[in-house]
């Protein structure tokens, strides 16, 4: 179980929305890193390599690739979790999930975002173990996250980019704002937002993002604000006075983000791949609404898994595939579920069922909406719990 000296209060956190991380720092994240300041800065600076050194962590289970080397179309996971933020002092989920590919060929770069609570099968866990999407990060770092979303959707993702999501206003601030169009007048957390067109600083710039509940599109709304920022934040990312910035921006995320790229994979990056930052496409994985043992899940159809999956492979320039996973094998096994009623019951059945043997029912518990143990339970009342929620009183640097 959880201690509740560092999770009593996340209840409460959560009824206030607090919680809800945005794509748009890890897009700007992804932008710096990837393509500002342009190759030869990087080459004659060795500020620069310093600093891109500082946040370079290596993949534990991943060899590094010559994807990039070979100028190769490549994928990488972007994770925004929680640690730092509003005091957390625990390791965290990741609350923001992105699957970006960049194709250099195509000249295109693909974002498809992945709702935290999408149920998933967790790769790498010591029994099966099937969660929300966004306790991989929590259980087994950024390894664990790449190799749970690979599996989903049957892509090759070998690289990551980790932000930790408490201290990224200055970074907003580094980059000079965002300019926006508001579409409606509301306060938030403190921010108070006019009709039409507004610039906005760090803090303003993630309230602005963050509001959910008070749009009358709800989170369809609150994606429309996101994708505001995120193009402003690209424009000003790669933008000159970006450029002048570059080494004390690079330099401040290094308590921040962690990354398997290295300096020279950036390097390559910014010779080979500049072109592709100017077509960026959106996309995000559909679910429905589910509850298991009173938890709120996300569960995408199996034709949905599959269209995410051949939007990914097709965007590597690789053929597409069938997907056959526990994610869909799941789906079939609950054939009455349709996702139309409000807090329809979603099973999740233990392993040896899923994989053709009848009976047995599980329940997957939770804290606060969180998914923290596995329990499943078979005809003999036994049970079982796969794993525990791993906590690091060292901040987010244990796990990246």
């Known amino acids: 179980m959880q201690n509740s000296k560092f999770f009593g209060s996340r209840e409460a956190n959560y009824k206030k929305v607090k919680k809800h991380r945005t794509m748009k720092v890890l897009i700007l994240i ?18 620069v390599k310093s600093a891109a050194n500082k946040i370079y962590k290596p993949s534990a289970t991943k060899k590094a690739a010559k994807t990039i080397k070979n ?3 490549f994928a990488i996971l ?13 390791k965290g989920n990741s609350d923001t999930m992105i699957v970006a590919t960049v194709n250099p060929d195509k000249e295109e770069v693909k974002l498809v975002s992945i709702p935290r609570d999408t149920l998933a099968q967790l790769q790498g866990a010591k029994q099966f173990d099937m969660q929300k999407i966004n306790a991989a990060y929590n259980v087994g770092g950024s390894d664990m996250a790449m190799s749970t979303v690979e599996k989903m959707f049957a892509v090759p993702i070998n ?18 704002g965002v300019d926006v169009d508001v579409p409606f007048n509301f306060e938030w957390n403190g921010s108070e937002f006019t009709k039409g067109k507004m610039h906005l600083k760090g803090k303003a710039a993630l309230d602005y993002s963050r509001m959910r509940y008070d ?22 990312a790669v933008s000159l006075k970006s450029l002048t ?4 921006i ?9 990354t398997n790229l290295s300096f020279d994979d950036m390097v390559a990056i910014q010779a080979n791949y500049r072109k592709a930052a100017k077509s960026i496409k959106s996309d995000v994985l559909t679910g429905r609404n589910a509850d298991i043992d009173g938890a709120s899940y996300q569960i995408p159809t199996n034709e949905e898994i599959q269209r995410v999956s051949d939007v990914l492979r097709t965007s590597l320039g690789l053929e597409k595939t069938t997907i056959n996973n526990a994610e869909t094998k799941q789906n079939d096994l609950n054939t009455y579920f349709t996702g139309e009623e409000n807090h329809q019951e979603f099973t999740v059945y233990p392993e040896r069922v899923m994989n053709g043997e009848k009976s047995a029912t599980t329940t997957t518990q939770s804290n606060y909406g969180y998914s923290n143990s596995a329990t499943y339970s078979d005809n003999t009342g036994n049970t079982t719990n796969t794993w525990q929620t791993q906590q690091s009183t060292n901040q987010w640097h244990a796990g990246y």
């Open 215 to 236: 749009d009358p599109e709800g989170d369809y709304g609150r994606q429309k604000r996101q994708k505001q920022v995120i193009t402003s934040m690209i424009n000003s």
């Open 250 to 258: 690079l330099d401040s995320l290094s308590d921040s983000v962690a």
């Open 245 to 248: 910035n570059f080494e004390s």
């Open 71 to 73: 100028s190769k179309p």
């Open 78 to 90: 972007l994770l925004g979790v929680d640690t730092g933020a509003e005091g957390r002092v625990d």
């Open 30 to 47: 992804l932008t710096l890193v990837l393509f500002g300041g342009g190759a030869y800065a990087l080459r004659i600076s060795n500020q």
């Open 159 to 176: 690289y990551y980019v980790t932000v930790n999501m408490g201290g990224l206003s200055r970074i907003v601030d580094a980059v000079g």
